[in-house]
Structures are given as structure tokens and as C-alpha cells.
């Protein structure tokens, strides 16, 4: 690995500090205490994150359109006035009315209020009440259609849906972003031990170089041995700048989901870097059962499985036939009015309405759609269900796969750095040459850069498997 990082082109060293020089940062860099911890990092993600808040935004505007759905069984108050202003007759009647749909049938109650003066035309003799005018109230009550299910109902069901689909949509998203920020807080924590593990790599050709120095000039050790201590001090300084630059992009691209209060990105400054790599352990999934029903876009495509049943309830209640029952109780108050003294009474009115559908094609067709609808929506679940079995079962194989080959690379490092010691020790007493030295000191770096490696890709693995059986309580989101 340290073979092919060494091919390091001067020019990249000279473009980083270019840029550095002509762009001005976007993120603030503020200070903190002590190491930057994962949750610290998911905790600020959840709450501040773009795409959640968006999403939260998604669900305020379902919110509203339910409302708006709800708006159809307002009670709603009317008042109608008509007064002659010209003409033989001189009649002024005055009417209020109040209606209520109800929420469990599609009739709705109503009642008014109705007061008149004045003299009206023989075919207009319904206008005349008593001196106190006539209080009547009544229910319409449907039988058949729009007994059981009614198109505002319908709304309101399907607008309810609307508000759980933006809620797993919701879901879905703090849960992308979560995975995502774990991935940005590993990679910078692994590009900090890199740039460790090559910076201890330097620090050995620099402590070496006074020694060699001092040896060169006694005569006991060539010139050229300080030359090629030399030229491996200039390889393992240019593997440091890489790794510099490396850590640099990390902590850009963590700032993405680390912000502070107001939601600004903040970028970590690398004071805060862990010191072990305990902080490459990632995210633990304990709760491994029925993470199929627990996933968001599995919950969504239910959900509108539902919706599609609501839509041919609504379609298939049109074809039922109609009959309506219809109630009403009037009673005029007070002295008897131009109208004369039939109408003191207490009145009490029963009728019905009954129409049924021929032919009703748009309703047929609309049962068909929603038929279709449903069975296109329920494959599709059944599919996403077993992909996601797989899928998880697929992580598990892969987390597997990496905790032994992390393993492996910890027993590899041990050794390595065993050899390099020893070899040290070797060439401080005469009896090793400097290129073993620096072939076992780079074979040990490169030991512990591959168990860094390791490490990471078991904390990749460990954050794709709690996203995809959707554990909120590890990717810290609240249940």
C-alpha cells in the first residue's frame, strides 16, 4: 500500500495550498470539548439535518390537507332575505339556516328559523309564519348509498393516509441521512489513524536522522546511509501530506451532518479526533425481529394499499342504489300572522328519496382502477418484503466477512510491528542494514492502516445494517 501511495506528484501539495489560499471556508470551525463521539454527531444530525426538516415540512402540508378534507362536515350557517319593494304585494321574509353533516353516514341534521311580514301572492302562501316566526328542524339519513362510505369520508380517509405516508417518508429520510452521517463520522475517524499511523511512520525517520548524522560524521557510518534516510524522510512526509489532505476532506464532509444550534455545518477541528479506534466500533443492532414491518418504505406502500381498498369502497358504493330518509318537525310561535291559523300547529314531515343507476360505466370503470390499483401495490409489497429478507441477510453475511478479516488484520499488525522493533533493535546494534529497517517499518504501517481499513468497513456494515431493518434506537432516532 505505502508502494503505490508513494507515486505522490509534487503538484498535488501545490494545488491544495492554492486552494486553500484562494477559497474562503464555507463552514464555521468552532471549538469542542474533548473527542467528537458518534452520537454527538447523530444527535445533531436528527435535529438539524436539511432533509428531515424538509420532511417535517412534508408533513405539516399533509397536515393542512387533511384539514382541508375535515372542512367538508363544518357546520355551515346561512341566512336569506327578500323583501317587495314594488308591486301589489309587500312581503318581507327573513330566513336562517344551519347544517351539519354527519361524520358516520352521509346525510347530514339541519335546522332554521324563518320570520315574514307583509302580504304574498297566492302561490308564494308558504313564505307566511306567525308573528314570532317558525322553528323547524329535520335529518336527511342515508339507507343504501353513502350509508356506510361517502366521498367526504372518502377524502378524509385518503387525506389521513397522506399524513402516515409523510410520516414514513419522514422516517425514511432520518433514516438515509443517519446511515450517511455514521459513514461521514468513520471515514473521518479513519482518516485521522491513517494520518497518525503515517505521522509515527515520519516521526521514526526524523528521530533516526540525528543519529545517522552524528555516525556520518564519526566515520562509522557512509554518506550515503544519510541520503537514503533522507529520501525516505521526503516519501513519508509526502504520505503524510496525502493523508493530511484526506483527513481535511473528511472533516469537510462530515460538517454535512454535524452543525451547531442554528443548523450551520461546523467543521471539526482535528484536536478532536478520537484517540483509539474504539471509536470505529459504529452502531450496535440488537433488535434484529420483524424489522421487515419496521421499514418505512415497506409501511408507505401498506398505507396505500389502504388508500386504493378506500378508493373502491367509494367506487363500488356507486353503484349501490340510493334511498334517503328524510325527517322534519316545523312549529310557528307567537300570535297568528296574515298566513291565518293553520300553520300554529306543530308540524311533522317524513319522506324518502329513492334513485338507482342503469348503466353507472364511470363507476365500473373506477372499480376496475382501483381493483388493479391494489394488486399492483400488493406484488409490489410482497416483493419489497422478500428483498429486504435478503437484503438484511446479506449484511449479516458481509458483517461477518469483516469482523474476521479484522481479526486477521490485528494479529498482522502485532506481528509486524514486533518485527519492526526487533529490527530496529537489529540495526542500532550493527547487525541489520537500513533498507530491511525501513521495508519492516513501512510493512508495519501498512499493518496497521489495513486494520484501520478493516475496522471501518465492520462500522460501514454495522450502519447499512441498522438502516435496512430500520432500528431508529441505534442510528439515534427516537422510537
Same mark, same amino acid.
Given at each position: ?54 420532511? %417535517? ?167 550515503? %546511509? ?224 489495513? %486494520? ?28
Amino acid at each position: 500500500m505505502i508502494r503505490k501511495l508513494l507515486i505522490v506528484p509534487v503538484l498535488f501539495v501545490a494545488a491544495i495550498e492554492a486552494q486553500a489560499e484562494g477559497q474562503e471556508p464555507t463552514t464555521a470551525q468552532v471549538p469542542g470539548a474533548g473527542s467528537l463521539t458518534l452520537d454527538e454527531v447523530l444527535r445533531s444530525s436528527a435535529r438539524t439535518a436539511p432533509q428531515i426538516v424538509e420532511a %417535517l415540512a412534508r408533513i405539516r402540508a399533509a397536515e393542512g390537507r387533511a384539514l382541508t378534507a375535515a372542512g367538508a362536515f363544518d357546520t355551515v350557517f346561512e341566512v336569506d332575505g327578500r323583501s317587495r319593494t314594488l308591486g301589489y304585494y309587500d312581503g318581507t321574509v327573513v330566513a336562517g339556516r344551519a347544517t351539519r353533516p354527519l361524520g358516520d353516514n352521509g346525510g347530514y341534521l339541519y335546522g332554521g328559523y324563518r320570520v315574514s311580514r307583509g302580504s304574498f301572492p297566492i302561490y308564494e302562501d308558504e313564505n307566511y309564519t306567525n308573528r314570532l316566526g317558525e322553528v323547524k328542524v329535520g335529518a336527511l339519513y342515508s339507507l343504501l348509498r353513502d350509508r356506510l362510505v361517502d366521498e367526504r369520508r372518502t377524502r378524509r380517509t385518503l387525506a389521513a393516509g397522506d399524513i402516515d405516508i409523510a410520516r414514513f417518508e419522514r422516517e425514511a429520510a432520518a433514516i438515509g441521512v443517519q446511515r450517511r452521517a455514521v459513514d461521514a463520522y468513520q471515514n473521518w475517524v479513519a482518516a485521522g489513524l491513517r494520518l497518525r499511523a503515517y505521522r509515527d511512520l515520519l516521526t521514526l525517520s526524523e528521530s533516526r536522522r540525528g543519529g545517522l548524522a552524528r555516525q556520518v560524521q564519526l566515520g562509522s557510518r557512509p554518506d550515503i %546511509l544519510l541520503a537514503e534516510n533522507d529520501q525516505n524522510l521526503v516519501r513519508r512526509r509526502a504520505l503524510v501530506v496525502r493523508a493530511e489532505g484526506d483527513f481535511q476532506a473528511a472533516a469537510n464532509a462530515l460538517s454535512l451532518y454535524y452543525r451547531d444550534a442554528e443548523g450551520q455545518p461546523v467543521l471539526v477541528a482535528p484536536e478532536r479526533l478520537p484517540t483509539t479506534a474504539e471509536a470505529l466500533r459504529g452502531v450496535a443492532s440488537n433488535d434484529r425481529t420483524a424489522f421487515a414491518q419496521r421499514r418505512p418504505d415497506l409501511q408507505v406502500l401498506l398505507t396505500r394499499i389502504d388508500q386504493g381498498s378506500a378508493r373502491l369502497a367509494l367506487a363500488e358504493n356507486e353503484m349501490r342504489p340510493r334511498l334517503d330518509l328524510r325527517g322534519e318537525l316545523g312549529k310557528d310561535v307567537g300570535e297568528v300572522g296574515l298566513g291565518g291559523p293553520s300553520r300554529t300547529p306543530l308540524e311533522g314531515i317524513v319522506g324518502f328519496r329513492f334513485s338507482l343507476p342503469l348503466q353507472n360505466r364511470a363507476a365500473r370503470g373506477r372499480i376496475a382502477e382501483a381493483r388493479a390499483e391494489i394488486d399492483v401495490l400488493d406484488a409490489r409489497s410482497r416483493f419489497l418484503r422478500d428483498q429486504i429478507v435478503i437484503e438484511v441477510e446479506g449484511i449479516n453475511i458481509g458483517v461477518d466477512a469483516a469482523e474476521r478479516l479484522a481479526v486477521i488484520a490485528e494479529q498482522e499488525r502485532q506481528l509486524a510491528e514486533r518485527l519492526a522493533a526487533a529490527e530496529r533493535r537489529r540495526f542500532e546494534l550493527g547487525s541489520s542494514d537500513f533498507f530491511l529497517v525501513n521495508q519492516r517499518e513501512e510493512t508495519a504501517t501498512d499493518a496497521r492502516v489495513r %486494520l484501520v481499513d478493516a475496522q471501518a468497513r465492520i462500522a460501514a456494515a454495522r450502519a447499512e445494517l441498522a438502516a435496512a431493518i430500520a432500528d431508529r434506537t441505534a442510528l439515534g432516532l427516537q422510537p
